[in-house]
Every structure is written in C-alpha cells, then in structure tokens.
Nanobody
Framework: QVQLVESGGGLVQAGGSLRLSCAAS????????MAWYRQAPGKQRDMVAT???????NYADSVKDRFTISRDTAKNTVYLQMSSLKPEDTAVYYC???????????????WGQGTLVTVSS
C-alpha cells in the first residue's frame, strides 16, 4: 500500500506564510499527479493546486500568485508554499497523490490525513 504523511500546518497571522509538506511512501512504482485540497468548516473539499509528473501546475483562482506547489521526485514529496495568507484560507489541507503501485502497476489515488491551517485576522 501507499501512505502519505503531511506536516507543516499551524496557526499564523494574516499576511504570514506557511509551508506544507506531504511525503509518500510504500509500494510506489511511479507517481503521477500530486495535489493539495482544502476543506473549510461546513464546506466542500476544493482543489487548491496540482502538479503533474512533468511539473505542470494548476491553481485555484483564490490562491493564484500567493501559493506555490512544487515536488521533489526523488523524495516522493510535494510541497505547498503559502504566502500572504488570509483568514479565508483557514481550512484542513489534504494531500492527494495518484500513483502506480509496484508489480501490478495499478493506479491508486491516496489521500493524506489532513493538516489544519488557521489564519487569524
């Protein structure tokens, strides 16, 4: 199986920065897309940013020019650098990885456990 371990959440004042990390481990043959989603209280889970295996990125309009997604292929890790944070960025942030598992090469989508980001005004 494949596991994701997230880190980097916490409490920050508006205008501040945080960096989230998500490391994948387990029976990984290759990783396709890596992404971050977020879910605010009482709301649906929304895509924040995605990055493909060749480094193409996509962002939600609400975070463009403030957040940057990147990945370290050798470490099977994806990052989300968040700057100019706003109170409305407060949410649980989830890592999402699409990977091919070893041997069977079955495509598997995996979610992290979530990390809370709280932005105070």
């Amino acid at each position: 199986q494949v596991q994701l371990v997230e880190s980097g959440g916490g409490l920050v004042q508006a205008g501040g920065s945080l960096r989230l990390s998500c490391a994948a481990s387990g029976s990984i043959d290759s990783i396709n897309t890596m992404a971050w989603y977020r879910q605010a209280p009482g709301k649906q889970r929304d895509m924040v940013a995605t990055i493909t295996s060749i480094g193409s990125t996509n962002y939600a309009d609400s975070v463009k020019d403030r957040f940057t997604i990147s990945r370290d292929t050798a470490k099977n890790t994806v990052y989300l650098q968040m700057s100019s944070l706003k109170p409305e960025d407060t949410a649980v942030y989830y890592c999402n990885v699409t990977t091919r598992v070893r041997v069977t090469l079955r495509l598997l989508e995996v979610w992290g456990q979530g990390t809370l980001v709280t932005v105070s005004s």
